[in-house]
C-alpha cells in the first residue's frame, strides 16, 4: 500500500515532525529543495521528507528555508543543528527507525525533477 503523499508549509506541521525533519537535515534545507509543479502548473521549491505514515513535501523557497534556520534556536551561526538539540531530539524519536532508511534523498517520490 503506498503512503499519501502530503504538501505541507513548514510552520503548519506538528512539532514532531519538525523535529524529525532537523535529524534529517541538520546542515540546513537549503541544498536539499526540490522543484515541483504547484496545480496552476507553476514551479515552486520544497523539501522532501518521509515518514511511516506519508510523503511530505514541505513547500518553502531558498530566502524561507534559510530564514527558518536562522531563526530557530536549535541551529548554530553556521546553520548546524547544535549537538544539544540533536541529542534531545534522537532520544526522543530513538524508536523512528524510517528516519535515515526513508530520508536517504536519493530518489524523489513526488516525481520532479532536482536542481
Known sequence: MSKPKVIK???????DVIEQIKLVYPMGFTKHL???????????????FETEDFHYLIRMSEAK?????????DYDEDGNLKESAKTKYEEK?????FLNELNSNSDNEFGNSEE
Open 65 to 73: 528555508a534559510e530564514a527558518i534556520i536562522e531563526s530557530d534556536a
Open 9 to 15: 508549509d513548514y510552520d503548519k506541521l506538528p512539532t
Open 93 to 97: 524519536h530513538e524508536d523512528e527507525d
Open 34 to 48: 526540490i522543484t515541483f509543479s504547484n496545480l496552476k502548473g507553476e514551479l515552486r521549491k520544497g523539501l522532501p
